[in-house]
T-cell receptor
Framework: SQQGEEDPQALSIQEGENATMNCSYKTSINNLQWYRQNSGRGLVHLILIRSNEREKHSGRLRVTLDTSKKSSSLLITASRAADTASYFCATDPTLSNDMRFGAGTRLTVKP | NAGVMQNPRHLVRRRGQEARLRCSPMKGHSHVYWYRQLPEEGLKFMVYLQKENIIDESGMPKERFSAEFPKEGPSILRIQQVVRGDSAAYFC??????????????FGQGTRLTVV
């Protein structure tokens, strides 16, 4: 079964607005990662947050991790049309050696 | 320092033929993952391999699909007797030892398989 579950499944906003996507998972993890995928392209690694971290920033991206709730959020501030993509979270579980992805959130940023 | 290389980028096969998808991990990486992505859907885990070992193939169909990661050479995902439902993008990712807990997975550009 899928480890990471993103919500919402789809999100449509205007340029300049903030976009928030959430990810929930089931087991304990070493870290959680967010990826972006533009339509028809490969995945691009955005940010990794370790299990002992609560928040991490990278440019316009802000990721939070709440291990007690087994959830993470990705915030994109001041969105741009170029941010239009699918965003996936992936977890690196502690008790197994694989990474699992959710179904992703499809973000559309309208100019 | 090349990233994860997948080939071919596009593959067209007729129903009943075999498809071979190749993945060369990043230099120094010994862990390979294969994922399938159907149109408009998320990534589905298929199989996780280390050199010469299949660690987890729980996401891979029991029939027609097989994967290997030999000591030398790329990882191969093999689909025998392809059917139209196998049409998808297949992504490979590689990482260093995940047990360290702080590793990232790097993805290839994918192979788009079309079964006609």
């Amino acid at each position: 079964s899928q480890q990471g579950e993103e919500d919402p499944q789809a999100l449509s906003i205007q340029e300049g607005e903030n976009a928030t996507m959430n990810c929930s998972y089931k087991t304990s993890i070493n870290n959680l990662q967010w990826y972006r995928q533009n339509s028809g392209r490969g995945l691009v690694h955005l940010i990794l947050i370790r299990s002992n971290e609560r928040e991490k920033h990278s440019g316009r991206l802000r990721v939070t991790l709440d291990t007690s709730k087994k959830s993470s959020s990705l915030l994109i501030t001041a969105s741009r049309a170029a941010d239009t993509a699918s965003y996936f979270c992936a977890t690196d579980p502690t008790l197994s050696n694989d990474m699992r992805f959710g179904a992703g959130t499809r973000l559309t940023v309208k100019p | 320092n090349a990233g994860v290389m997948q080939n071919p980028r596009h593959l067209v096969r007729r129903r009943g033929q075999e498809a071979r998808l190749r993945c060369s991990p990043m230099k120094g990486h010994s862990h390979v993952y294969w994922y399938r992505q159907l149109p408009e859907e998320g990534l589905k885990f298929m199989v996780y391999l280390q050199k010469e070992n299949i660690i987890d193939e729980s996401g891979m169909p029991k029939e027609r699909f097989s994967a290997e990661f030999p000591k030398e050479g790329p990882s191969i995902l093999r689909i025998q007797q392809v059917v139209r439902g196998d049409s998808a993008a297949y992504f490979c990712a590689s990482s260093a030892a995940p047990g360290s807990g702080f590793t990232e997975a790097f993805f290839g550009q994918g192979t788009r398989l079309t079964v006609v």
